[in-house]
Nanobody, 124 residues
Framework: FQLQASGGGLVQRGGSLRLSCTVS????????IGWFRQAPGKEREGISC????????YYGDSVKGRFVTSRDNAKKTVYLQMNSLEPEDTAVYYC??????????????????WGQGTLVTVSS
């Protein structure tokens, strides 16, 4: 199966972007989808997760209140709406899957499969 992240690009400080993660080859409804990001020289950071079923959401502290994740099961797609972007949000953004539920701590090791990443650059 595959995860395809898209929607990255260049945006000015204070702007918005919406990322998409489209999944194929598995039962989408049975999986939670996490978003991660990795800035140059930094470790990969878990920033959001949306569970299967009712779609409970969790966010990392660095994006809470600015980013919103949602899912469209019919389209097998998860979105990450990013608002009030800052230069510190510049990173490659990845989506990843795990079975059913999110864990409050969004850790790399809890996710089994990853997309290829999409670059977000926020200019000052």
């Amino acid at each position: 199966f595959q995860l395809q992240a898209s929607g990255g690009g260049l945006v000015q400080r204070g702007g918005s972007l919406r990322l998409s993660c489209t999944v194929s080859g598995l039962i989408f409804e049975d999986h939670a989808i996490g978003w991660f990001r990795q800035a140059p020289g930094k470790e990969r950071e878990g920033i959001s997760c949306i569970s299967s079923g009712v779609g409970s959401t969790y966010y990392g502290d660095s994006v809470k209140g600015r980013f919103v994740t949602s899912r469209d099961n019919a389209k097998k797609t998860v979105y990450l709406q990013m608002n009030s972007l800052e230069p510190e949000d510049t990173a490659v953004y990845y989506c990843a899957i795990r079975r059913f539920i999110c864990l409050p701590a969004i850790k790399n090791s809890e996710y089994t499969n990853w997309g290829q990443g999409t670059l977000v650059t926020v200019s000052s």
